[in-house]
T-cell receptor, first 110, second 113 residues
């Protein structure tokens, strides 16, 4: 599975959009981009995933560049409860194996 | 949907003792994963099962670790004998093989003294 690069940490003001970037320049054509987050003392939580089209669900939006070498997770109106570690992962769907990197620590501040 | 259920939530044991961690996946899910998380190494995949069969155990640190899945609704991760460096949070997760998202339990925090 392709390696991803994320910033170590980011801050965001409460109520503002949080934009979390991820680079995956070696992604293969059949690899999906997945986002998970982990709130302190809990297990990781699935957020969203996509292949090449932008995706949106009740939690977030995923914007994937046309060359698929990078993506951005957008939390439209961040709240204090969105403070967590956010993981960007690329893998072949149905490939089962999900390998986590270090992630981005997002701190939402009032 | 009760989610993935892990037990115990906390385990404190002495070096050399046997430790058994338990996991009940979400009903209907046919893939199950065991992860370990430490500050130094982050989240590491230890082993995963498809349809109760171990597929990849390359992440299991050594022979002291073993995992079983006797049926679709139960899995165990055993450490024998335990060592202080095994102290970590152990997560179990399950998924439908054909759907991408993994559902994680709340973990077992293991402390080996």
């Amino acid at each position: 599975d392709a390696k991803t690069t994320q910033p170590t940490s980011m801050d965001c003001a409460e109520g503002r959009a949080a934009n979390l970037p991820c680079n995956h320049s070696t992604i293969s054509g059949n690899e999906y981009v997945y986002w998970y987050r982990q709130i302190h003392s809990q297990g990781p939580q699935y957020i969203i995933h996509g292949l090449k089209n932008n995706e949106t669900n009740e939690m977030a939006s995923l914007i994937i560049t046309e060359d698929r070498k990078s993506s951005t997770l957008i939390l439209p109106h961040a709240t204090l409860r969105d403070t967590a570690v956010y993981y960007c992962i690329v893998r072949v769907d149905n490939g089962n194996k999900l390998v986590f990197g270090a992630g981005t620590i997002l701190r939402v501040k009032s | 949907d009760a989610g993935v259920i892990q037990s115990p939530r906390h385990e404190v044991t002495e070096m050399g003792q046997e430790v058994t961690l338990r996991c009940k996946p979400i009903s209907g899910h046919n893939s199950l994963f065991w992860y370990r998380q430490t500050m130094m190494r982050g989240l590491e995949l230890l082993i995963y099962f498809n349809n109760n069969v171990p597929i990849d155990d390359s992440g299991m640190p050594e022979d002291r670790f073993s995992a079983k899945m006797p049926n679709a609704s139960f899995s165990t991760l055993k450490i024998q004998p335990s060592e202080p460096r095994d102290s970590a949070v152990y997560f179990c997760a399950s998924s439908l093989q054909t759907v991408g998202s993994l559902h994680f339990g709340n973990g077992t925090r293991l402390t080996v003294t």
